[in-house]
């Protein structure tokens, strides 16, 4: 049963402290000990404390202010220094009740060991040297205790039972919170990390899904595009037209899957491939030259994504009619260049083009993206007029 609502806990402040309820011991726990008083207790029913109004009195000072330790220190917007200074109180108390009355009033001592755990327990952490706060505390209790024990004129076996209560409670106390604090950051890093995680996922598949049907949507609307122009002079061809669309819609909602599913299903072979057929098809001249060797996984896939976007802007936007794709090995990169002789972003033209898509020059959704994968991966993407003319990309990934 909880003797009071438990606040946050203190001390961390980048924690969320509205989580850090759900595990770790709370106030009232330590509170329940307050059960050992009971012999204390006996010896005022039985005569053994006197004046008896004196002892009660004194056991009732020593319940409240061990209560309102334990209560200020997990109570998180409560200063530290209000349990410490509330502590010493404690042990004041302590130590005149256990000398004034004696017999069972030790049983005080190991109460005043699990306090200073308590308190020792969220006091703020040192980031560097021992544990200070740790030693101090329960060097201090454990001298208190032998010092006042001894000055009541306690026996040896009295003043060693004492003494280990109080260092075995105190210890006992400050690392189980300790411990439970370690937990709680723990906690917080994981969730974090697993946000971190979802937003990385997030991203990931909002460029792929980008990435991947901006080429072939683009592609679509040009091959609709197509068969509205020659459907009645040539329903033959307008047909061919119709079942490359239904082909390239069924490619998209393949490369979608794979989207979601986390999968690079396309090279860069595979990509050169695919950007010839649809510069062709758009009416675009295209011309591949690549030197080099194989390419590894992860270079290879980056370019393949950087010929897609490319080429995708060269359909969309530039209005050219000639496009070069180059891949070559620099050093140790490797690197894709696709130019193109047209006017670049808006740079229109007299052949149909999509209405709708990024805008290569302006910072587009896709161009982003890339650069996003190749600084990811240490590489580079630039884009801009070319030295002869025209519109030309370039990426850059290391090898």
Known sequence: MKLWRKAPPR????????KLDRNGPEGGAFVFWLIILVWPLLDIVHGRSQPAWLASLALFAFSAVHIAV????????????????????????????????????????????????????????????????????????????????????AED???????????????????????????????????????????????????????????TLSLMVVKA????????????????????IESVGRQALGEVRQAVYGYR???????????VT????SGVDAAVRRAGPPLPPEPDALLGWAVREGVTNVIRHSGARHCEITVRND??????????????PGGGGDRPTAEAGLSLGHGGHGLRGLAERMEAAGGALRTGPAPGGGFLLTATVPI
């Not at 952490?125 to 544990?131: L, S, V, Y």
């Open 157 to 215: 076996s009295t003043v060693l039972t004492s003494l280990y209560g109080v260092v075995t409670a105190s210890l006992v106390t400050a690392v189980l919170l300790r411990l439970f604090t370690v937990i709680r950051m723990l906690r917080e890093a994981r969730e974090e990390l697993a946000k971190a995680a979802v937003e990385q996922e997030r991203l990931r598949f909002s460029r792929d899904l980008h990435d991947l049907l901006g080429h």
């Open 265 to 275: 299903g396309r090279g860069l072979a595979d990509e050169l491939d695919a950007a």
């Open 278 to 281: 649809a510069l062709s098809d």
């Open 225 to 244: 595009q197509a068969v509205r122009r020659v459907a009645e002079r040539d329903p033959g061809l307008a047909a061919e037209q119709a079942a490359d």
């Open 70 to 153: 334990a209560r200020t220190a997990f109570d998180g917007r409560v200063p530290i220094k209000v349990p410490v200074a509330l502590l010493l109180v404690e042990g004041a108390v302590t130590s005149v009740a256990s000398v004034a009355f004696q017999h069972q009033w030790f049983t005080l001592w190991p109460l005043l060991g699990l306090a200073t755990g308590v308190v020792i327990g969220h006091m703020p952490r040192q980031t560097k040297g021992p544990e200070l706060p740790m030693l101090i505390g329960i060097g201090g209790v454990s001298l208190l205790t032998v010092v006042v024990t001894r000055a009541g004129g």
């Open 11 to 18: 001390r961390t402040p980048d924690l969320d402290l509205d």
């Open 331 to 344: 050093g140790g990169a490797a690197v894709v260049e696709i130019s193109d002789d047209g006017g670049g």
